[in-house]
């Protein structure tokens, strides 16, 4: 596609998403982002935020057009979109999806479990511990349980876990929403810093017009059509 960056993590292409049971349509613009590149992606409640990640991240499959992940398309069988969530996506729940049965540093290291070929040795479990550090998790919080936690800080586990796989690109559904503002900016600027540190594109669905300018490009969704702004 025109325009796309040469080292490009993620591109859609003219994606359009019908719910044939709801009536529902989404259509986006053509988007690709590079390294350390970042998209706010904005609408009312309702409009299809979610349903986009879920687009990028391959647990949803587009009616038409095409998502691509560094390069490659998007498998069009479940094994390999799951592989691809696996190795190449991080992920930033609303609701943060911790384990409340692991602590800290258990529940960073759950993606590397659940993907048995990312073998936990030495240096990924040093990483872990590198980017708890980094989100203000240090040693002293690493055998904390999570119920032991601020909102804040789980949180900020739940952004280590979506990097410890080293991704090329991070999803995040709404990581700033029940924040007070000093947290909502806190928080994205945190997800930006360590994005553009492990050179991973950024998308981040928000209602929170207050982070806006602090992304690369917006996608402003609206209704059953998407209009993009500059990514």
């Avoid at 979109?81 to 384990?99: C, D, H, K, P, S």
């Avoid at 904390?144 to 090329?168: D, F």
């Avoid at 559904?173 to 909502?184: F, Q, S």
């Amino acid at each position: 596609m025109a325009g796309t960056p040469r080292d490009a993590r993620i591109e859609a292409t003219d994606l359009v998403f019908r719910r044939e049971s709801t009536g529902f349509t989404l259509r986006t613009a053509a988007f690709a982002l590079g390294a350390g590149a970042s998209l706010a992606v904005r609408g009312p409640s309702g409009c299809g935020k979610s349903t986009l990640l879920a687009l990028l991240s391959g647990e949803l499959v587009p009616s038409e057009g095409e998502v691509r992940v560094l390069g490659a398309p998007m498998p069009a069988d479940e094994a390999g979109r799951r592989a691809v969530r696996g190795t190449r996506i991080g992920q930033v729940f609303q609701t943060f999806e911790l384990v409340a049965s692991l602590n800290t540093l258990q529940n960073v290291l759950l993606p590397l479990r659940l993907h048995g070929h990312l073998a936990i040795d030495a240096a990924r479990l040093a990483r872990a511990r590198d980017l708890l550090a980094r989100v203000g998790l240090g040693s002293d919080k690493e055998t904390r349980p999570i119920h032991a936690l601020s909102h804040g800080e789980r949180q900020r586990v739940a952004i280590a876990r979506a990097l410890v796989t080293e991704p090329a690109v991070v999803l995040a559904d709404e990581p700033t929403g029940n924040l007070d503002p000093r947290l909502k900016r806190a928080t994205a600027e945190l997800l930006l810093a360590e994005c553009a540190r492990a050179q991973a594109a950024l998308v981040v669905a928000t209602h929170d017009e207050s982070i806006l300018g602090m992304f690369g490009g917006v996608l402003t969704i609206g209704g059953d059509h998407a209009i993009g702004g500059g990514a």
